[in-house]
């Protein structure tokens, strides 16, 4: 039973860590708090849902369509829009964004309706030494990992990568060197966008999705950049699987009504005790 719901909290973890890493990306890097980043999740997880029956591809296929979609959208609402205030207090982005969650999960609300639908897996699971292990949250799993994985090898060796970097640093040294920083914002923007389209194609491999999760992602993001550490890729891994597991023994030893419970508590708990996360540290990387 314990190693059940050790793997079951590592396979819904690997996912939310997905979910964390492009919003903890555009905090790092913007310094602002992108409310959008739900409604993105739900976004992808949508297009998803409908394009898999739709166009008879693999969900695998779907999900690199939602997110090359999810790229263009964002990078273009922070070029034309987010950019214009984007060196203005943290109250001015974080309402901007909060009013574009609120038009995007109405037209989802209006065009997909608040009931919930799933996408209709039939893989069948495998057991191994006991443990019950779904085909679909393993495919859920490496997908969410590989993508995380990709982002930190771009981060790290690409030159766009070392340019993120930079600018998330010093703007302004970064802009004297010759990178252009509106551009590197709305690449950032845009890659957050595609981050979260991949949490949510994962995320319909799983559970049924509606507009109404919104929310509920968003605050399983802040979370995870709080037990990991903000801007950190591995801190968000780190973060998520710590969430996937505390969730998953929290609805064990508690009941599921209270699993989110309990990890907002222990967000509270790291906060106190170590505000920079459990690998994250002072300064940047």
């Not at 302004?172 to 595609?194: K, P, Q």
């Not at 994962?202 to 801007?231: E, H, N, Q, R, W």
Request: overall charge positive.
């Amino acid at each position: 039973m314990f190693a059940q719901y050790v793997v079951n909290g590592l396979l819904i973890g690997s996912v939310y860590a997905c979910l964390a890493v492009g919003f903890s990306l555009v905090w790092g890097v913007l310094n602002i708090i992108n409310m959008v980043h739900g409604a993105f999740v739900v976004l992808g997880a949508y297009i998803v849902i409908f394009c898999v029956p739709a166009l008879g591809l693999s969900p695998v296929a779907v999900t690199a369509i939602a997110c090359v979609s999810l790229f263009v959208l964002g990078y273009l609402i922070q070029r034309h829009l987010i950019n214009k205030v984007v060196a203005a207090p943290i109250f001015i982005t974080f309402t901007l964004t909060f009013g574009l969650d609120l038009l995007l999960q109405n037209f989802m609300l209006r065009a997909f309706s608040a009931t919930p639908r799933s996408l209709q897996l039939d893989y069948g699971s495998f057991s191994v030494a006991g443990v019950s292990v779904s085909i679909s949250r393993l495919g859920a799993m490496g997908l969410a990992l590989a993508l995380t994985g990709l982002l930190y090898w771009l981060l790290k060796r690409s030159r766009i990568g070392r340019a993120i970097i930079a600018v998330r640093m010093d703007r302004h040294a970064a802009a004297l060197l010759g990178i252009e920083v509106e551009r590197i914002y709305a690449i950032t923007f845009g890659v957050g966008a595609l981050m979260a389209a991949a949490a949510g194609g994962a995320a319909a491999m799983i559970f049924p999705i509606t507009p109404l999760l919104d929310g509920v992602f968003l605050g399983k993001a802040f979370v995870i950049c709080v037990l990991g550490g903000l801007g950190s890729i591995p801190g968000a891994l780190v973060g998520g699987l710590a969430l996937g597991l505390l969730e998953s023994f929290g609805a064990y030893t508690f009941g599921s009504q209270w699993s989110a419970t309990v990890g907002f508590a222990v967000m509270l708990l790291v906060l106190t005790i170590r505000p920079t996360g459990l690998v994250g540290r002072a300064g940047f990387e």
